[in-house]
């Protein structure tokens, strides 16, 4: 598994207008071939009267699946455009669909390249990119006296609180880095003075908006 990779945040469309053709983008997160293929059949079913349903998509953690299909336009002009938007964002389990519908004006190759590139990159934008971080949940079971230090403590941290259980003790589960989960143990000791209990959870991926500065 993947220590941490980006996706799309949701599934979702969105419309420009470039030269009186309308570019809508359509995206969703998909994890097989067979189901980035479904999603595409359900879109072209969706947009039949369109002049062109445009696709590529990205699967596996390795990108060991990629696709990119140009629907009757110029070979190269829009499925493979599409498909290296998903390269650049670093994205995967991708799969877009890119439906034109033709308004009166020819845009040349280049023209297309940059509409469907630029089409794929405002729907990418619209839906957002999430960061999915491969972490361990840490139970830590402690006495009520300590919940409000603890409470305080994890809130101003690194560390994210998945869910607080008010049992006869409380019981804290925490999302930890995977990479950090001695350093989140020994702090928890520290902080209790010894007097708390833990033990290692599942292994999930916490999802978080992710944010780009370059």
């Known amino acids: ?35 980035a293929q479904e999603f595409i059949q359900a879109i072209k079913k969706q947009h039949w009267n369109a002049t062109h349903n445009c696709s590529a998509y990205l699967i596996g953690e390795q990108d060991q699946i990629q696709k990119a299909n140009d629907d009757g336009e110029p070979s190269g002009t829009a499925g493979v455009p599409i498909l290296e938007v998903l390269k650049k964002r670093n994205l995967k389990d991708t799969a877009v669909v890119v439906t034109r519908y033709f308004g009166g004006i020819k845009l040349g190759a280049g023209g297309l390249i940059r509409a469907y590139g630029k089409a794929t990159s405002t729907g990418l934008d ?20 300590w919940l409000g230090k603890i409470e305080k403590e994890l809130r101003s941290s690194v560390y994210k609180i998945k869910e607080i259980h008010y ?8 999302f930890v880095d995977e990479s950090s989960v001695q350093t989140f143990m020994d702090w928890m000791i520290e902080l209790t003075n010894g007097q708390c209990t833990m033990k290692k959870g599942e ?8 944010v780009s500065y370059s």
Not at 6 to 29: D, P
Not at 168 to 173: K, L, M, N, S
Not at 203 to 210: A, C, K, P, R, S
């Open 167 to 174: 049992l006869d003790t409380v019981e804290v589960e925490t």
């Open 126 to 145: 619209s839906v957002g990119i999430v960061e999915r971080k491969l972490t361990q949940i840490v139970h830590v079971k402690i006495d009520y006296t």
């Open 1 to 35: 598994m993947l220590s941490r990779y980006c996706t799309v945040k949701q599934s979702g469309n969105h419309e420009i207008t470039i030269q009186k053709s309308r570019f809508i983008a359509h995206i969703k997160r998909v994890e097989s071939e067979v189901e």
């Open 203 to 210: 292994t999930v991926y916490l999802e978080e908006d992710y």
